[in-house]
T-cell receptor, first 111, second 113 residues
């Protein structure tokens, strides 16, 4: 079964800084998900990516399928980016619908 | 409409109560999920419905009983819960195809006394 490791577990940044969150997994996959969870619970799906890079506003996600590694970058970070960022992958590789979640990276951006 | 709604937002129940959590989506998605999330932990998959049929049950105790009355609705019936079942219960849906994005609801925060 796939194992997901995220780093760092906690991250504190000053407003405006460039942020990088990393995710590694053990079993080859077809797609990886990045999710955002704000205090209070709701989860928002940020990206689903199979290869290369995706960009949405100040968020950029990259994946290297051969190295089983993905990164989430936030440019010009803002206090409203403070949240838990979670990486998720299919449990047995391939493209199963259900997901295994990393433990999350708690980001706090100070003004 | 890309929204998954969940009711209630908060629920407090005793160990002898019977209650239900509800989840609804109108995106035409054919896969729906229940997750349980304890504080400071990632979500854990409980159940998956695909085309209104239960396709995955991750060894969840029988005091949790899912129901999918139609393709837009997903219920989770609760009976004789334990205090350790207190958690955030998240519903999600996806198109049902492979490699699809999951859309999450805001969750129901459950407290069992």
């Amino acid at each position: 079964k796939n194992e997901v490791e995220q780093s760092p577990q906690n991250l504190t940044a000053q407003e405006g800084e460039f942020i990088t969150i990393n995710c590694s997994y053990s079993v080859g996959i077809s797609a990886l998900h990045w999710l955002q969870q704000h205090p209070g619970g709701g989860i928002v799906s940020l990206f689903m990516l199979s290869s290369g890079k995706k960009k949405h506003g100040r968020l950029i996600a990259t994946i290297n399928i051969q190295e089983k590694h993905s990164s989430l970058h936030i440019t010009a970070s803002h206090p409203r980016d403070s949240a838990v960022y979670i990486c998720a992958v299919p449990p047995y590789g391939g493209s199963q619908g259900n997901l295994i979640f990393g433990k999350g990276t708690k980001l706090s951006v100070k003004p | 409409d890309t929204e998954v709604t969940q009711t209630p937002k908060h629920l407090v129940m005793g160990m002898t109560n019977k209650k239900s959590l509800k989840c609804e989506q109108h995106m035409g998605h054919r896969a729906m999920y229940w997750y349980k999330q304890k504080a400071k932990k990632p979500p854990e998959l409980m159940f998956v419905y695909s085309y209104e049929k239960l396709s995955i049950n991750e060894s969840v105790p029988s005091r949790f009983s899912p129901e999918c009355p139609n393709s837009s609705l997903l219920n989770l019936h609760l009976h004789a819960l334990q205090p350790e079942d207190s958690a955030l219960y998240l519903c999600a849906s996806s198109a049902g195809r492979h490699q699809e994005t999951q859309y999450f609801g805001p969750g129901t925060r459950l407290l069992v006394l």
